[in-house]
Nanobody, 130 residues
């Protein structure tokens, strides 16, 4: 099992950018699909992106073209680069790890289910406001 820690959140103006990071500790990081989820106040947690063990990527429609996910297995890190931030992007962003997708990959399952991810970070707050 891996332990995950997110960082990189903050307060930004609409149109701004952020780079979120998810750093893992533990063994076998390269065998895990990694997902990014967000939870806005009063709303359910939703998946926004995931990256498979083979670098296959999935994005929710509302972030396509603005978010880019990448992974560096040597550093046990997944990044979520966010551009053109909107107020509706506000929320707590969590990364999570899964070994449930096997050779298929999380990017094929649209959207990947929260229940497929067994290890979660503590979250990082993203606030988009002028």
């Amino acid at each position: 099992q891996v332990h995950l820690v997110e960082s990189g959140g903050g307060l930004v103006q609409p149109g701004g950018s952020l780079r979120l990071s998810c750093v893992a500790s533990g063994f076998g990081f390269d065998h895990y699909d990694i997902g990014w989820f967000r939870q806005a106040p009063g709303k359910e947690r939703e998946g926004v992106s995931c990256i498979s063990t083979t670098d296959g990527a999935w994005y929710i429609d509302s972030v396509k073209g603005r978010f880019a996910i990448s992974r560096d297995n040597a550093k046990k890190t997944v990044h979520l680069q966010i551009h053109s931030l909107k107020p509706e992007d506000t929320g707590i962003y969590y990364c999570a790890a899964s070994r449930n997708f096997g050779v298929v990959g999380c990017h094929v399952i649209s959207p990947p289910s929260l229940s497929d991810f067994g290890s979660w970070g503590q979250g990082t707050q993203v606030t988009v406001s002028s």
